[in-house]
């Protein structure tokens, strides 16, 4: 075997050098052979010309750290997008695996993972339902119906447990306690100290880091970022901002092509980084791209492997080799690409695929290549010729759409020149004869006099013509619409003489408003709400103007209150319309108007809206009535005063018909809601749901309906338990409510398992405050009796850190005191163990001496 150092061959022409009879010898200092002069070993460092001339059984030759010459070892660069390509399965085989198909290209120096928080707070269909599984696992332990063949074992101190719950209560109450203490007591310490006990007691405590990545359950996410760090990768987290993370990659292969990194493996499926690619080819990296498809981003990368190969361990040296590209059957069956093809279109032997090109109706064009009720099964590729004609095809279509919508050189002069008839012609072309004006417009730099023409008082077609044209540019780009100063204008053709100015010039007003609150507040500020209230008596622009008048009232935060108060008059009026779609959006403005502000909601009652609101408890229109209840709703959630003004008024028995009556679910619920709202406020208030029998029909939605609905029958129920009075709460009792609220706590809304822990809390407390002397609190037997003991027991282990607090606190004051004496044991065993202080904690939470 001869090895030549690419440097020598420079040094001296071929002649000199054999292939077949010379070999060479190194020493620590000198290159030395009769044949050759001696020369400094500096001069047998790789020289990049040489590289690029040297053929494939020629490598370069690098002095190791022992003094010996040795082939050039390659660095390695690994950059993942996280958020464009999280792992699919654990976190840390998923790097492992990633970095050992890394390795075989090289000695990987860096891994780094970019992502913003949402990767991290994320919860991947995986892992929700590896924990459903776990909780439905321990549930059936916890009652006997599973028995685990081995007992768990305790992985720091070995202790057996029964069942993994009892593992779980033994592991947070002994080891992650003593583990607290460590932390607090390495806080305390300073310098040479503090590092010590971190490294001994603290990071170096394998046994309790692995028992505790299998028992406790991260309070945020599932613990990617650190089980990433453990697997040796570098995560960033970027800001919450679109794009960031790929900025974030880009300036790290940038900087990746000025440090000699030999390969580049990109882990993502962003085609965004397709220039950066193949600036790394250019700059003589090679680059390997490990994402889910082989298309446009693996096609400017000297390798592809599929992230499910690596993941699942699958990428041999044979799938590394360049122009060779791993063919997996998951990733052919899932779309149309595989092999060292472009793409492939299947079709059948008696049908040829045809381009379909049609209109979405927003000025946009959607091309497939097969039409939109059938699927041609896979039988065949097409030809490469037939390919080719498809490119072309989308090519031609491409520069003829961008064609149309490029405003004409004609058209604009039209639009700059003096001849009115020429600027009506040119303005009415840009409006119809342009599929998307808004992106035309701006780019041909005629806004500026458009904007112009809508002072054209006496040419209204050109004014109508411009305000389409704002109308449509409002919905993109209202930032270029309220820069270039249309609003005012807009504003001042409310009064225009003409109907069809005034009613597009509202549409492009109302875009602007329904776009955002930014927008919103600009056209307030712009005092568009008085000449805009005028246009309410008009019946030919009132549809669109209650809409506008709605648009503004509407979004978080909401406007200030005395800048929308003018319009309740108008209100008033848009109440008694027979128009269904007027009373739709006067609905929904008094409704927007009364959320979250308690002078809104003064208002409206001191205005008379309640009991007309309440009138339309009963409008045959399932659209009106919903918006009623909400508005009704929205005020009873207001002080005690709002909500006993909508008891006076009579709310309780309609809302007690649409509760029992032949309703939609979404009316239902919105009912419940408003009950919800009462039975929060005082005890007065409370006993009048109560004297309306409304406590029976709750406890049925509760038991017998879909969860939506379900949960706000079960709120309704909660707020009397934490509202009302011993006897209240003892007739909810007497009304079967202990089962609903215990059954619904294996839901996966966290507010609403608290809402019921609390209440269960209260009714606990109740029961303990009627209890005789050492009688049993007969409520917390009802709650045994209900299964509502075990689901308090399983909720410890809850990822929400507050409820896992609340079921232990309810656990300890009601049921675990009793089971002191038998859990002493743990405690004698735990001081035994870790030379605890002599006052510890036990599981009832009583100091023991």
Known sequence: MSLFCNSIETLYPKPFLSHKSHFFTFSDSKFQNPKFPSFPLRRLRPITSCLKSASSSEIDLVRNKEGVFAPKEKKVVVLWDLDNKPPRGPPFEAATALRKVAEKLGRVVEISAYANRHAFIHLPHWVVEERRERRNLDFMERKGEVTPIEPYICGVCGRKCKTNLELKKHFKQLHERERQ???????????????????????????????????????????????????GVYVK?????????????????????????????????????????????EADLGTLVVSDRDRALGRHADLWVPWIGVEKGEIGEKDLIPGKRPQFEEEESEVGFGGDELFSLSYDEDERAEMTVESDGFGRFNVSAFSEDEWVEDEGDFALSEIRAIIECLNGLENILKEEEEVSKAIIDGVWSDDPSLQFESTAKIRRDITRPSESVIRSEVLHRLVQFLCKEEFPKLQYEVAWILTNLATEKPEEVVGHGAVPILIHLLASPKDYVREQAIWALNNLAGHSTRYRDIVLHCGVLMPLLRLLYNDTTLRIATWTLCNLCRGRPSPAFEQVKPALPALELLLQSNDEEVLKHACLTLCNMSNGSEDGIQSLIEAGFVRKLIQFLQHPSPAILVLAVRTIGAIAAGNNQHTQCVINCGALPILSNLLTGNYEKNIKRHACWV??????????????????????????????????????????????ALSGSHDQIKYMVEQSC????????????????LKCLN???????????????????????????????????????????????????????????????????????????????????????????
């Open 675 to 720: 009950i919800s709202n009462i039975t929060a406020g005082t005890e007065e208030q409370i006993q009048t749901v109560i004297d309306a029998n409304f406590i029976p029909t709750l406890v049925y939605l509760a038991q017998n309906t879909e969860f939506e609905l379900k949960k706000e029958a079960v709120w309704a129920i909660s707020n009397v």
């Open 759 to 849: 209440g269960l809390e209260n009714i606990l407390k109740t029961g303990e405050a009627a209890k005789k002397t050492e009688d049993k609190n007969c409520y917390a037997l009802l709650i045994e009796g209900a299964e509502g003991l075990e689901k308090i027991e399983n909720l410890q282990s809850d990822d929400n850190i507050v409820i896992c607090e609340k079921a232990l606190k309810i656990l300890e004051t009601y049921w675990l005191v009793e089971e002191d004496e038998n859990m002493n044991h743990i405690v004698l065993e735990a001081k035994t163990l870790y030379d605890m202080e002599p006052k510890t904690c036990s599981f009832g939470g009583q100091l023991k001496e």
């Open 738 to 753: 202990i089962k609903p609220l215990c059954d619904i706590l294996v839901c996966e809304d966290m507010k609403t398992i």
């Open 237 to 281: 987290t970027v800001e919450d901002k679109p794009q960031a993370a790929d900025w974030a990659v880009k300036r790290q292969i940038q900087h990746s092509m000025t440090r000699g990194i030999d390969w580049l493996v990109l882990v993502s499926d962003d085609k965004d980084f397709s220039d950066m690619l193949r600036k790394a080819r």
């Open 181 to 231: 203490k460590k932390v607090n007591r390495m806080r305390s310490l300073k310098g040479k100290k503090r590092q010590k006990f971190k490294e001994r007691y603290v990071s170096g405590n394998e046994k309790y880091n692995e028992a505790a990545r299998r028992l406790l359950t991260p309070k945020v996410g599932y613990g990617l970022e650190a089980e990433l760090r453990r697997a």
